[in-house]
C-alpha cells in the first residue's frame, strides 16, 4: 500500500516568487490535511480537505491556499513568497471516520525562500 | 487558543535507560491525544488515545492519558539508540462547521540515545 506521497522534495524560491506543492494521499483516504514544521514554531495547522471541501483553516495568512480535486488528490500555493516561509510542509492524509483520526505524514516538502 | 505543551524540550540518555516525556494539553472540545515519533521527515504514528487511565502499549513504548488532570505520558523502556528521534504529542479537537477536525502539535521532545 502505498503511502502519501509529496512532490517536490526539495526546492529553492526567491522572495516573491510562488510555489505550488502537491500530495497524493493514501488510496481511499478523502482527508488531506497541511502543516509548516519548522525549528521554531514546531508544526502549525495550515488547512483540512475533505471531498474537495476546505474544512478548516489555521491562523496563516491568505498568501496560503490549497484545494482538492475529485481523485482526493491535494495541492497547496504560497505566493508572494517571503523568508519566514521557509519550512518544512508536510501533508497527511486520513479516512477521517467519526471514531478515530489517525494521521499518515508524507515525508515533506522542503522550502527555502533565499 | 489551544495549546501543546511537551517536556523536556531534549534528553540525552544511554542506552537501556528508562525516559518518560510529558504532554500537557489545554484544548476545547478534546477528541484524542496522539503520539508521533519524528526521524528525518515524515512523523510517524505511535498511539492514540481517547480514555483515561487506560495505557497503550507495544513493545517497550507505553502511553496513558489524563484526561482530569490534562496531561499524557510516553515511556520508552530499556532504551536504544534507534530510539533516538524527536517526540511529537499532539491533540485533536473539534471546531465549528460540519465535522471539522484539527490537530494541535507541541514543539516536540528530543531523545538522543547514546551508546
Known amino acids: 500500500k502505498a503511502g502519501v506521497t509529496q512532490t517536490p522534495r526539495y526546492l529553492i524560491k526567491t522572495r516573491g516568487q510562488q510555489v505550488t506543492l502537491s500530495c497524493s494521499p493514501i488510496?481511499?483516504?478523502?482527508?488531506v490535511s497541511w502543516y509548516q514544521q519548522t525549528p521554531g514554531q514546531g508544526l502549525q495547522f495550515l488547512f483540512e480537505?475533505?471531498?474537495?471541501?476546505?474544512?478548516n483553516k489555521g491562523n496563516f495568512p491568505g498568501r496560503f491556499s490549497g484545494r482538492q480535486f475529485s481523485n482526493s488528490r491535494s495541492e497547496m500555493n504560497v505566493s508572494t513568497l517571503e523568508l519566514g516561509d521557509s519550512a518544512l510542509y508536510l501533508c497527511?492524509?486520513?479516512?477521517?471516520?467519526?471514531?478515530?483520526?489517525?494521521?499518515?505524514f508524507g515525508a515533506g516538502s522542503r522550502l527555502t525562500v533565499l | 487558543e489551544d495549546k501543546v505543551v511537551q517536556s523536556p524540550l531534549s534528553l540525552v540518555v544511554h542506552e537501556g535507560d528508562t525516559v518518560t516525556l510529558n504532554c500537557s494539553y489545554e484544548v476545547t472540545n478534546f477528541r484524542s491525544l496522539l503520539w508521533y515519533k519524528q526521524e528525518k521527515k515524515a512523523p510517524t504514528f505511535l498511539f492514540m488515545l481517547?480514555?483515561?487511565?487506560i495505557e497503550k502499549k507495544s513493545g517497550r513504548l507505553s502511553s496513558i492519558l489524563d484526561k482530569k488532570e490534562l496531561f499524557s505520558i510516553l515511556n520508552i523502556t530499556a532504551t536504544q539508540t534507534g530510539d533516538s528521534a524527536v517526540y511529537l504529542c499532539?491533540?485533536?479537537?473539534?471546531?465549528?462547521?460540519?465535522?471539522?477536525?484539527?490537530?494541535?502539535f507541541g514543539k516536540g521532545t528530543k531523545l538522543s540515545v547514546i551508546p
Open positions: 497527511a492524509s486520513s479516512y477521517r471516520t467519526a471514531g478515530a483520526n489517525v494521521l499518515t
Open positions: 499532539a491533540v485533536e479537537a473539534t471546531y465549528s462547521g460540519a465535522g471539522s477536525y484539527q490537530l494541535t
Open positions: 480537505y475533505f471531498s474537495e471541501t476546505q474544512r
Open positions: 481517547t480514555s483515561s487511565g
Open positions: 488510496s481511499g483516504h478523502r482527508s
